[in-house]
C-alpha cells in the first residue's frame, strides 16, 4: 500500500512558478513509476508528466519546455517545477503513482494562475 501526500500549489501570478511535492508513504517506492495529472473544472483529468522507476521522463505537450518532472527515491518523493505559468495550468494537481495493474492517487493540491 501506498499513501501519497500532494503539496506546494497555490495562487501564482502569469509566468510565475511552482514547485509541487508528492510524498509517499509505504514500501518499495522506487519501483514505481510516477506521475502528475492535472483536472480543470469541467474538463478530464490528463497526464502532465511521468517518470519511470528508471528515470525516464515524458511530459504533455502543453508544457514541454516550462515544466519538469523528478523524483527523489531516498527521501520518497516526486517532485514537478512549473515555470512560466499559464492561467490555462490552473488545475488540481494530483499525484500518481503505479505499477502494473496497481495504481495510488493523492488526494490533489489546487494550482490558480491569475494576475
Known amino acids: 500500500q501506498v499513501q501519497l501526500v500532494e503539496s506546494g500549489g497555490g495562487l501564482v501570478q502569469p509566468g510565475g512558478s511552482l514547485r509541487l511535492s508528492c510524498a509517499a508513504s509505504?514500501?518499495?517506492?522506487?519501483?514505481?513509476?510516477l506521475g502528475w495529472y492535472r483536472q480543470a473544472p469541467g474538463k478530464q483529468r490528463e497526464l502532465v508528466a511521468a517518470?519511470?522507476?528508471?528515470?525516464?521522463?515524458n511530459s504533455a505537450d502543453s508544457v514541454k519546455g516550462r515544466f519538469t518532472i523528478s523524483r527523489d527515491n531516498a527521501k520518497n518523493t516526486v517532485y514537478l517545477q512549473m515555470n512560466m505559468l499559464r492561467p490555462e495550468d490552473t488545475a488540481v494537481y494530483y499525484c500518481n503513482a503505479w505499477r502494473g495493474p496497481v495504481s495510488y492517487w493523492g488526494q490533489g493540491t489546487q494550482v490558480t494562475v491569475s494576475s
Open positions: 517518470i519511470t522507476s528508471g528515470g525516464t521522463t
Open positions: 509505504g514500501n518499495a517506492f522506487s519501483i514505481y513509476a
